[in-house]
Structure formats: structure tokens, C-alpha cells
């Protein structure tokens, strides 16, 4: 049995590191997966010289925005991507897919347990998304590469990272209105933004991820916020990856 799972795990790697001909997203691979936690914390640290986190958005180029998100269960991970029209924020296609988890959880270290079941989800996509909003940390990270860092690189797309839970930093509590805002900063450096997507309710902690700078994401995420908590299409995204069926 246990040489019939690492069979599938070759595969399913494998499907996930291929490209899709008929895709119309274009991954660029930085690395092997297949690291011990020490190795993956090294690549971490060089990888985060890459990101780019000063380029505003352009918000009015934006025509399709993208929200993605795994659910894990037993051993087994379901990635979801979805894409919705901008500013309408109108859904037009849902992808899926499904493997063994590839990676323990360490915190610190989601990107390496969740990217390659969303990679290959990506590569179904019929419509390329401009943006993709992330359920997960970008610049919020001990070493500035959380998971929205790294799938930015690996696709080389605007990405911007969307939690609920930070781990590192400090910040005040931003007031109680939909649209405010705080700083969230470590070592006297600002991470990420502490948004409140609706009055009176939890914020939530955006960062950038790769080609976006703060101002921008955060402007984005509150126009693709409608009556709940979470950007729509991260909202979307979730429900789909916790059906843990065909999209």
C-alpha cells in the first residue's frame, strides 16, 4: 500500500509540474518540491529577493481577478481556483484538483503544501486571470515569502496575499468602519495592512505578494469585498476547495 501511494505521488507531481498546452497560464518553475525543512526555509530566504513589491496596480487594466484556496483532509489536498470578471465581479470559471498532500504542516512552510495542488488546478484555466487574491500570507512571513510570494514567482502574475490569522507582527486595532485600516509592522517595518472589509466585523491581513505594491492591493480587496468578510473570490474559491469533488 504504501508503495502504491508514493506511485501516485510520482504522478500526480509530475501532472502538477507539466504544462497544460491548452492552459492559458504559463508557469514558471523555480524549484523541486521535493526539500526537507531546513532546505525549504534556505529557498525561502533567497526567493524573497525576488518578489517585487513596489509596482502599483493598475487597477484599470484589470478585466479578470482570481481567487485561490486548498482544503486538506485525511491525506488528501483539494486546490480551487476561481476566476471572476472585474469589477462585477461576475464568476466565469472554477477549476479543481485533488492529490495526496506533498508536505507535513510547519508553519511557515503552507507554500510547500499547498502550491502544488493549486499549480496544477491553474493550469485548467481556460481565462487568465490579471490578479489572483490569495487565502494565505505575502510579505506577512518571518522570512517576507509567504504562499501569495510564491505563487507569484512560480507564475510571474500579480499576487496578493489575503489571511484572517497573522503570526509576526504588531499592529492597533483599525476603527470599526468598513474601509479602515492599520499598519502591521515588525522590526520597524511595515508588512501589511490591517483592512476592515465590513463594519463592525473582523479585519482581515493583506499583504503583497509579488508585482502589486500595499495601496493598490488593499484597493482591490475592498472592491472585490461585497456583503461578507472575505474578498469574493477567495470566498468562492473556498467553498469550492472544501467540496472535495469535481469542480
Known amino acids: 500500500m504504501e508503495m502504491l501511494l508514493l506511485a501516485l505521488y510520482a504522478v500526480q ?106 499549480l496544477a488546478a491553474l493550469q485548467q484555466l481556460r481565462h487568465e486571470p490579471d490578479v489572483l487574491l490569495v487565502d494565505g500570507m505575502g510579505r506577512i512571513h518571518p522570512r517576507r515569502f509567504g504562499i501569495a510570494c510564491h505563487l507569484g514567482l512560480w507564475l510571474q502574475k500579480p499576487t496578493i496575499g489575503c489571511g484572517k490569522t497573522p503570526f509576526v507582527g504588531t499592529f492597533a486595532e483599525p476603527a470599526p468602519d468598513r474601509g479602515s485600516m492599520s499598519e502591521l509592522v515588525q522590526a520597524g517595518e511595515t508588512i501589511g495592512a490591517v483592512l476592515r472589509t465590513r463594519s463592525q466585523v473582523k479585519p482581515v491581513f493583506i499583504s503583497v505578494g509579488h508585482l502589486a505594491d500595499l495601496p493598490t492591493a488593499i484597493e482591490l480587496t475592498l472592491r472585490c469585498t461585497t456583503r461578507y468578510r472575505l474578498p469574493e473570490p477567495i470566498r468562492l474559491a473556498h467553498q469550492a476547495a472544501g467540496k472535495f469533488s469535481p469542480c
Open 13 to 118: 507531481k509530475k501532472i502538477c509540474l507539466s504544462v497544460n498546452a491548452k492552459s492559458t497560464v504559463n508557469i514558471y518553475p523555480q524549484h523541486d518540491w521535493n526539500l526537507p525543512p531546513h532546505q525549504a526555509i534556505s529557498l525561502q530566504r533567497q526567493l524573497a529577493q525576488q518578489v517585487v513589491d513596489d509596482r502599483p496596480l493598475l487597477l484599470d487594466d484589470v478585466r479578470l481577478v482570481a481567487g485561490v484556496d486548498v482544503s486538506v483532509k485525511g491525506n488528501q489536498s483539494h486546490g480551487a481556483v476561481v476566476v471572476l470578471t472585474f469589477p462585477d465581479l461576475t464568476l466565469v470559471e472554477t477549476c479543481c484538483h485533488q492529490m495526496i498532500t506533498p508536505f507535513p504542516y510547519i508553519p511557515g512552510l503552507l507554500s510547500f503544501r499547498e502550491l502544488p495542488v493549486l
